[in-house]
């Protein structure tokens, strides 16, 4: 049975009304007013509902959905399943990158857009994991894994930005570097409490210095 797609609300209606402008015009110089007129709203349909700051942050859910767009694939290494579902939130990124490269230079020159980043660079990380199936484990080590890839997408962000051939090969390089090294980090960090626990007389089972790197990245 094929699922409806829900209607669009307003925060939607606006946020691409808003991407469409930004292409446009600077987004300093657009009006609260010619977004709600773009899309098609009455300004006051979008009262308590989002500002123009809200709709720049709005962008990050936006893009973070594209990772889950498609299943993991299982058979892939957990680094290759993550790479995969990071790239799909950069190449939707690029459909509409005139208007998002527009709004998202208007957050990084405010300090609350800033803060809001923050945090919704912790969410980004966490549906990484989920949209590519690496989302169980120990909590230290899921903790280390959401840490890495907060940073990752922060530098992989940067690089896309100035990513402008259209073949995404600094945005890719940024991020594989980006992967390789968390998954080293994790390998170490996981032999460093193996010899930790074995030191402490825990009656654990240590890994096996032959487990590759899929286990090293998702393993408890």
């Keep these: 049975m094929t699922k409806s797609k829900p209607e669009k609300s307003p925060l939607d ?3 691409e009304a808003a991407i469409k402008l930004a292409s446009e015009s600077r987004w300093q110089d657009i009006s609260f007013r ?13 009262y308590g509902v989002t500002d ?4 720049v942050s709005a962008l990050e859910p936006w893009a973070d959905k594209a990772m889950s767009a498609e ?6 290494t957990p680094r290759e399943r993550l790479f995969d579902a990071i790239m ?7 459909t509409e990158r005139a208007g998002v490269l527009s709004m ?10 800033i803060a809001k980043l923050v945090i919704a660079r912790r969410k980004t990380a966490d549906w990484a994991m989920t949209a590519a199936s690496v989302d169980t484990g120990d909590a230290l080590r899921m903790g280390a894994m959401r840490l890495g890839l907060i940073r990752i ?3 992989t962000e940067t690089a896309w930005k100035s990513d402008d051939a259209g ?12 992967l390789v090294e968390m998954e080293e980090r994790l390998g170490q960090f996981s032999k460093f409490r193996s010899r930790f626990r074995s030191g402490s007389g825990s009656s654990e089972v240590t890994s096996s210095p032959h487990e590759g790197h899929q286990e090293e990245m998702s393993e408890a």
């Excluded at 010619?34 to 979008?46: C, K, R």
């Excluded at 299943?71 to 892939?76: F, L, P, V």
């Excluded at 998202?104 to 857009?113: E, S």
């Excluded at 890719?172 to 980006?178: E, K, R």
């Design 71 to 76: 299943t993991a694939d299982i058979s892939e």
């Design 153 to 155: 997408t922060a530098r």
């Design 13 to 15: 209606l606006a946020l």
């Design 104 to 113: 998202i230079q208007g957050r990084d020159r405010t300090p609350r857009g």
């Design 52 to 55: 123009k700051a809200k709709l």
């Design 34 to 46: 010619e977004i709600a007129d773009e899309a098609g709203l009455h300004l006051t349909d979008l």
């Design 88 to 94: 799909r939130r950069f190449e939707h990124m690029e």
């Design 167 to 178: 073949d995404y090969a600094r945005t890719m390089a940024t991020l594989d570097a980006g």
